[in-house]
T-cell receptor, first 111, second 116 residues
Framework: NAGVTQTPKFQVLKTGQSMTLQCAQD?????MYWYRQDPGMGLRLIYY???????DKGEVPNGYNVSRLNKREFSLRLESAAPSQTSVYFC??????????FGPGTRLTVL | KQEVTQIPAALSVPEGENLVLNCSFT??????LQWFRQDPGKGLTSLLL?????REQTSGRLNASLDKSSGRSTLYIAASQPGDSATYLC???????????????FGGGTRVLVKP
């Protein structure tokens, strides 16, 4: 089992460009999450999806949109990237309220 | 609002010494608590999950305790090795009011260096 996979691993964008971060899990988990990790700010929840077809905002949702494509996949979209969105993005999944498993992360730089 | 604190932010110990990592949280109404390890430039690896009804959880050289009433969890790593050098994060799961939603609130982490 691959666990949680994320693509791409690295990305550089110019201000105003858009992109989608992809996440997939093969553990048959119903819940999936997107976090960002910034120095001094720790890990913060952007959006989560408790089940296929549902999404909810986390602590820092502004500037992002998500899509729960199916049970396996949960994507994060930046419509118009800003330098403040430079960060490391992590996807995670869990079965209900149980242990969360994280992907390897996407390092995003917005110039 | 739940706040999670890990002190100290960094710790250096000689190889073989036992590691004691602290995590404190402000709201004792938690569902469970999870400890993670993060190596530089990598993702988070889950180490232990303690349910709110449990007092401790063990895995190999790792032992985590939970005291909900005082808002504390401690991760013990016995006989530390240089390979244990990493950042250790604790996270508290708060069950949101909306059905089936839940979120983790993370501490800032403790960066550990085990010297050979």
């Amino acid at each position: 089992n691959a666990g949680v996979t994320q693509t791409p691993k690295f990305q550089v964008l110019k201000t105003g460009q858009s992109m989608t971060l992809q996440c997939a899990q093969d553990m048959n988990h119903n819940s999936m999450y997107w976090y960002r990790q910034d120095p001094g700010m720790g890990l913060r929840l952007i959006y989560y999806s408790a089940s296929e077809g549902t999404t909810d905002k986390g602590e820092v949702p502004n500037g992002y949109n998500v899509s729960r494509l199916n049970k396996r996949e949960f994507s994060l979209r930046l419509e118009s990237a800003a330098p403040s969105q430079t960060s490391v993005y992590f996807c995670a999944s869990s079965h209900n309220y149980n242990e969360q498993f994280f992907g390897p992360g996407t390092r995003l730089t917005v110039l | 609002k739940q706040e999670v604190t890990q002190i100290p932010a960094a710790l250096s110990v000689p190889e073989g010494e036992n590691l004691v990592l602290n995590c404190s949280f402000t709201d004792s109404a938690i569902y469970n608590l999870q400890w993670f390890r993060q190596d530089p430039g990598k993702g988070l690896t889950s180490l232990l999950l303690i349910q709110s009804s449990q007092r401790e959880q063990t895995s190999g050289r790792l032992n985590a305790s939970l005291d909900k009433s005082s808002g504390r969890s401690t991760l013990y790593i016995a006989a530390s090795q240089p390979g244990d050098s990493a950042t250790y994060l604790c996270a508290v799961r708060v069950v949101m009011i909306k059905a089936a939603g839940n979120k983790l609130t993370f501490g800032g982490g403790t960066r550990v260096l085990v010297k050979p």
